[in-house]
């Protein structure tokens, strides 16, 4: 049986945390920075985690992912 392929794009993208839960970089936060306050980019900076109604979908692209 061959290996299984990931999905290039969304493992740029994805990772996994240590409890095997997925995490995601936050939306607007490339440009248009001005307009935002320091707070609302602060808050950009963190990793959130996927939904659970995403994440299954994501680990079909990644099937490796921990």
């Not at 061959?2 to 995601?24: C, D, E, V």
């Amino acid at each position: 049986m061959p290996k299984m392929k990931s999905n290039r794009a969304a493992h740029k993208r994805f990772g996994a945390t240590a409890l095997g839960k997925i995490r995601r970089n936050k939306a607007y936060a490339r440009h248009i920075l001005t307009t935002k306050t320091t707070k609302q980019k602060r808050g950009l900076r963190s990793r959130s985690l996927v939904d659970k109604a995403n994440a299954k979908s994501i680990r079909k692209l990644l099937p490796y992912l921990g």
